[in-house]
């Protein structure tokens, strides 16, 4: 028995080992079955180069676990290793197997997975000892066992083995007991495992006999060793495809459609990535993308590996380009990786490109589950919005589709408003929208549909990328002043008219926390609704920009403003307003003559004080000019007062509120009750 000193200390390696090149336990398992696969790659190689003779048979890597003593048991018929290869192999741990194999066998590269010796090391993380028992393939070649407990030291011996090949056997610590759980492992294999080039078997199968399960004498294989990113996409149909989908997430939709990457230079990368259909919560679709090297498995977590608008994406990309025992960070920052990501977005948009231009009904049929990720592309991406915004798509509420180019023409004529900017009417919402949406149509205006999750965002992009062109929600003012093209021409109420209208209706305005009403009369014209609710684009937009991006908290803790536009053409209006004067006349008589008055004391006493400097103008006029301006805003107040107390009492303008409310679904809770019930009364 040989005993002897690793050479460098625990305390040197673990450290390196757990903090560096393994975030989880639980990776333990792909090193030692990746390793397992790897002496049995070579193997095969070396059959084919003619360096072994002998009878390959049998060359599946079987693991096996003994809950009563506590082992776990990686076994494969591979290489297998000598004394000598296990001290320059497991002892010197700075040297790696793979390494020397690469050299000489340069031409079959791409069937190695790598290296040995620090993959080996992981077992330290779970186990308290571990035993290599194996024999090597070369002729007169002698089984050895290797034994160590985690220390520095360790006992190398010959012992008796028939087959050539390796156990590596884990006697697993107190703290790891649930990697002896078969389920456990199963996942974990599944994981790590489920596509490695060599077949994996854990155990045998197990059926249903006798009111129990028993094994059978098949193995339980756990891996497919040709999955299709494996094979030419000139050997595979549609339906290899989806049921690869369908094998790695069982409770999806099917995709829309697939790309299968395979290219040898600059980089070798194959893979396939699948457009899913999303509709909502980005953030819930993402990790769907596997990334392995060489069918081993590295992560799902590939932010920064892949662009982010793919991270939507689901999938596998492979790639022996791609270091497998590495820190994410490191991967981020990979020369090779880079190249892959931009690769990987070129043959996106190449796809989108190809499909819209010799199937555009398909395309648009497939739009509403595409457009996430072009606009999420668009948006992050100078490069993919160049070449994405000659097939991205505006979707208007008739339900047609333009490219951006098609529709500006479409526009161009009878959006452009005065300033010669080009307007884009959109809404969100066809049904809470419906009458704004038919007074702009009725006005021969074109109305895009914009419901997406990252329209508003885009909204924003679109209009810094578009020459002098505006978005505007279909709701955000009155028809006619969507889009001004002239100067606006056409009676209005006098002034204090007006001023009667906006306060009957003002002062019966619910209030709704964090939410203001500005009150206007406006000529709309006798068949159009008798009041309209609008809210302004700019201030609207920006609280909705503030509930999805950080920053701009501020503009969603401001108050909603609404508009409520009183049309003055409408008979309704009208008889509220005539009534009003009438039933108040008394009242507001003097108190209209008082402010007549005093108004014209102010504007004598502000044209005395024209061109004077503040000290050159007496106390008692500054005094008494204050003392006006008082009481003329004590006599509104006792105007407003007197048609507030009448439009208490007239269930029309309620109703009419009510109504208007009603319409933007702002009318609910006793409101609602209320409004009910006045109907009824009122019919």
Known sequence: MQKGNIGVTTENIFPII????????????????SNAVDATQKLKTLAATGDFKG??????????????????????????????????????????????????YKDDANAIIGHFGLGFYSAFMVAKTVDIVTLSYKEGAKAVKWSCDGSPEFTLEET?????????????????????????????????????????AFGKKKEWKDGKQVETDEDNLINDTCP????????????????????????????????????????????????????????????????????????????????????????????????????????????????????????????????????????????????????????????????????????????KYYTFEEYQTLIKDNQTDKNGSLIYLY??????????????????????????????????????????????????????????????????????????LSSLFKGQMPKVKKTEFHVEAHALGENNAPIVITQAEYMRRMKDMASIQPGMSFYGEMPDMFNLVLNSDHRLIKQVLSDAETACAEKLVPVESEIAMLTLRRNELQKAQEGKKDEEIPTAEKDELSDVEKKIEAQKTEKENILNGYAAGNKVVHQLIDLALLQNNMLKGEALTNFVKRSVEMI
Not at 79 to 99: C, R, V
Not at 162 to 185: A, P, Y
Request: charged share 30%; hydrophobic share 35%; aromatic share 12%.
């Open 160 to 200: 008796e083995r028939s087959d050539r090949g390796t156990d590596i056997i884990l006697h697993v610590d107190e703290d790891c007991k649930e990697f002896l759980e078969e389920s456990r492992l199963q996942g974990l294999l599944t994981k790590y495992c489920h596509f490695l080039a060599v077949p994996v």
């Open 55 to 104: 009878k390959l048979g049998d060359l599946t890597v079987r693991v096996k676990v003994d809950k009563e003593n506590g082992t776990i048991t990686i076994s494969d018929r591979g290489l297998g290793m000598t004394a000598e290869e296990i001290d320059k192999y497991i002892n010197q741990i700075a040297f790696s197997g793979a390494n020397d194999f690469l050299e000489k």
């Open 18 to 33: 757990k903090k560096f090149l393994y975030s989880d336990h639980e990776i333990f398992l792909r090193e030692l079955v």
């Open 228 to 399: 299709i990113w494996t094979k030419k996409p000139s050997d595979l149909k549609e339906e290899d495809y989806k049921k690869f989908y369908r094998d790695l997430y069982p409770m999806a939709d099917e995709p829309l459609f697939w790309i299968h990457l395979n290219v040898d230079y600059p980089f070798n990368l194959t893979g396939v990535l699948y457009f899913p259909k999303i509709k909502s919560n980005i953030d819930l679709q993402r990790n769907k993308i596997q990334l392995y090297c060489n069918q081993v498995y590295v992560t799902d977590s590939v932010e920064g590996i892949v662009p982010d608008f793919l991270t939507l994406l689901h999938g596998v990309i492979d790639s022996p380009d791609i270091p497998l025992n590495v820190s994410r960070s490191y991967l981020q920052s990979d020369s090779n990786v880079k190249k892959i990501s931009t690769y990987i977005t070129k043959k996106v948009s190449d796809r989108l490109q190809s499909i819209f231009k010799n199937d555009r009904k398909e395309f648009e049929e497939k739009w509403d589950d595409l457009k996430i990720f072009i606009n999420y592309g668009m948006l992050t991406q100078e490069d993919f919005y160049e070449k994405a915004s000659k097939f991205a798509l505006f979707k208007d509420t008739d339900n």
């Open 427 to 500: 809404a969100n919402n066809l049904d809470e929208q419906y009458t704004y949406i038919d007074a702009a149509k009725n006005k021969g205006y074109n109305v895009l549909l914009m419901d997406g999750q990252l329209d508003v965002p885009m909204i924003n992009m679109l209009e810094q990328k578009f020459e002098k062109s505006h978005f505007t929600r279909v709701d955000s003012d009155i028809v006619d002043r969507l889009i001004v093209k002239e100067d606006q021409k056409g009676e209005e109420l006098p002034h204090d008219k007006q001023e009667v």
